[in-house]
Nanobody
Framework: QVQFVESGGGLVQPGGSLRLSCGAS????????MGWYRQAPGKQRELVAS???????RYTDSVKGRFTISRDNAKKTVYLQMNSLKPEDTAVYYC?????????WGQGTQVTVSS
């Protein structure tokens, strides 16, 4: 069955960096557009970055220029490099399909940006 496992979160000071990873199983990873989502306390889950099967990337305005999404099809892994982190980036981050029906949500990885 489809499974996504996120890792790499943590506590970081404003202006710091983190690199998130998401391993996928149970799918033909290379054919899927993938996305990173986040959910802050009291807010709806939002798509912050996506990457197509062909490597085209898109970002929500609030992270443009700071976050970079990438993928390694051989490892069935999608990454999110986050630089210049801000307190408002604090959230649980998840990966999932970027288009169509979503797969089951993983446990996510907590990112906390605080001094």
């Amino acid at each position: 069955q489809v499974q996504f496992v996120e890792s790499g979160g943590g506590l970081v000071q404003p202006g710091g960096s983190l690199r998130l990873s998401c391993g996928a199983s149970g799918i033909i990873f290379s054919i899927h557009d993938m996305g990173w989502y986040r959910q802050a306390p009291g807010k709806q889950r939002e798509l912050v970055a996506s990457i197509t099967s062909g490597g085209i990337t898109r970002y929500t305005d609030s992270v443009k220029g700071r976050f970079t999404i990438s993928r390694d099809n051989a490892k069935k892994t999608v990454y999110l490099q986050m630089n210049s982190l801000k307190p408002e980036d604090t959230a649980v981050y998840y990966c999932n399909f970027a288009l169509g029906p979503r797969g089951p949500w993983g446990q996510g990885t907590q990112v906390t940006v605080s001094s």
